[in-house]
């Protein structure tokens, strides 16, 4: 059974809201030498990257700017091919790309949250 985008929306922005938290007031250098910093964004990137394969597709081609297919594929990288994971991907990818995605899956959560009130009246 489908999951309910609002579900998922909530589970990516969780999850970016606390890499931000975790990198706050952090440099690149500091995330290289934090073994526990590095694994635990790298989870939280997991878990968008496989949250945004079960987002609707309607709901991702109203946001083409977004890189969907490098998010979803991120996940496969993060776990098979681990041992050649380059922190300053990582670094790039929350400097560089998780501020679009947030803001893209913020926007989405208002009209699924107007939706769920429509359907539940």
């Known amino acids: 059974m ?12 969780t999850a970016i809201r606390g890499i931000e938290s975790a990198v706050a007031g952090k440099s ?8 526990l ?13 496989e949250a945004s394969r079960h ?3 309607h709901m991702k081609a109203a946001y083409p700017r ?13 776990r098979h091919d681990y041992h050649a994971i380059s922190d300053k991907v990582i ?3 929350i400097r560089d790309e998780l501020p679009a995605l947030k803001s893209a899956l913020e926007a989405m959560v208002l009209p699924e949250r107007v939706l769920l009130r429509v359907i539940q009246a």
């Open 55 to 57: 987002l609707p597709e």
């Open 66 to 78: 977004i890189r969907w297919p490098a998010i979803a594929g991120i996940g496969n990288v993060l």
């Open 91 to 93: 670094w790039d990818v």
């Open 37 to 49: 910093l590095r694994h635990g964004v790298q989870r939280g990137i997991e878990i968008v990257s």
């Open 28 to 35: 690149s250098a500091d995330f290289e030498k934090d073994w």
């Open 2 to 13: 489908a999951r309910r985008a609002g579900p998922i929306l909530d589970d990516m922005l």
